[in-house]
């Protein structure tokens, strides 16, 4: 795996003698690290001031600046077919030195930035709506366990939004996004409803999951029952139509189409982020990015297109990004490139 991260903290001269141009591809990494870092949710009031300070640190860092976000502006319309280009530069020059990649660093860092967070998404629209309106929010790599007002917890997975509303005896959460266990308290007076979007779960006392991802709402049991429905009214009380039951090592998903399940689910795969841990087993390495992304601060970027189909199986630990990097470079036959530590390139 190519590290021009650690290169950039390794360090080059700041006096502009370097006629080779690392201390001004330096500036830049540091520029695109600095973007990065400050689309994150999690970004505090000190990085903000770190950040101003390193802007007035030198005309050259600000016109690294400057210059990042006059490249983003100017790929927003031929972005996609920017993508395309890069890819098949890759094919043509599949070198894994760092010198080889070092000539099309800064355009490739932008361009990846560009399709993750500028011209092409949504990426942080709904995230700001949705967190503030949460009662409790996770960023991507965080995970805690919060105490509710009934005494129950929510163990919440990264990228995770909850909005809570316990008054005149309700127990009910929203997902707004994420995932999130809940240890349920038992009251056979007051139901527990857990609401993701497409569908919800009713308990009196038990554990589960639920995940709220691509409009569609995820269920597991790991113990005791559950009750799933579509079309969950707002009376906590009141019966469901249409609604399952789930028991342990079951699960349902609720989506545009209605609801699907009970279905066997593995515990060891849909907890295992409880445990610091994520597992594929023959899943697209699209998916697997996908996966990824949810739960790392930044972005990983897939330039190989032809690799997106190729099949991923493991477990990995969610602290060791340069292990899963490793193994998919030794597996699939990608080539992992750091630019920053919220951006990894797989080519």
């Known amino acids: 795996m190519t ?13 502009g003698s ?6 001004e591809d330096r500036l830049f990494s540091e520029a695109n690290a600095w973007f990065f870092r400050l689309q994150s ?3 505090t009031p000190a990085e903000r001031a770190a950040f101003a300070e390193w802007l007035a640190r030198s005309p050259a860092h600000a016109d690294a600046w400057t210059g990042l976000q006059s490249l983003l502006h100017d790929l927003k319309e031929p972005a996609r077919a920017a993508h395309r280009a890069a890819y098949a530069g890759s094919r043509r020059a599949p070198s894994r030195r760092p010198a080889a990649f070092g000539g099309v660093r800064r355009f ?3 361009l990846a930035v560009l399709l993750v967070v500028g011209g092409l998404g949504v990426w942080r629209g709904p995230t700001l709506y949705q967190d503030a309106v949460a009662d409790q929010v996770t960023a991507a790599g965080q995970r805690r366990t919060v105490a509710l007002p009934d005494g129950s917890t929510a163990e919440m997975n990264g990228g995770t939004a909850l909005a809570l509303d316990f008054r005149d005896g309700e127990r009910r959460v929203r997902i707004l996004r994420g995932e ?5 308290t038992r009251d056979p007076d007051h139901p527990f409803v857990v609401d993701g979007g497409a569908g919800a779960a009713r308990v009196l006392g038990t554990q589960f999951s639920v995940r709220r991802e691509d409009g569609r709402t995820t269920v597991t049991v790991g ?3 559950v009750e799933v429905s579509a079309h969950p009214g707002t009376d906590s009380h009141a019966p469901w139509p249409d609604s399952v039951r789930l028991r342990a090592g079951e699960s349902a998903e609720a989506g545009p189409l209605g609801l ?7 515990p060891a795969v849909a907890f295992a982020w409880r445990q610091g841990q994520i597992v594929f087993r023959q899943q697209s390495l699209a998916s697997v990015i996908a996966a990824l992304n949810a739960q790392w601060p930044g972005r990983v970027v897939l330039l190989n297109d032809e690799a997106a189909e190729r099949v991923v199986s493991g477990v990995f630990a969610l602290d060791r990004p340069d292990a899963v990097f490793d193994a998919l470079e030794r597996g699939l036959g990608v080539h992992a490139t750091r630019i920053t530590p919220y951006l990894t390139l797989l080519r």
């Open 18 to 23: 370097d006629i080779d141009g690392s201390n």
């Open 260 to 266: 699907s399940g009970p279905r066997p689910a593995d």
């Open 223 to 225: 113990d005791g029952l």
């Open 108 to 110: 490739a860092a932008a």
């Open 41 to 43: 949710d999690d970004h």
């Open 180 to 184: 999130a266990w809940f240890h349920v």
């Open 3 to 15: 590290d021009h991260w650690d290169d950039q903290r390794r360090g080059a001269p700041e006096n």
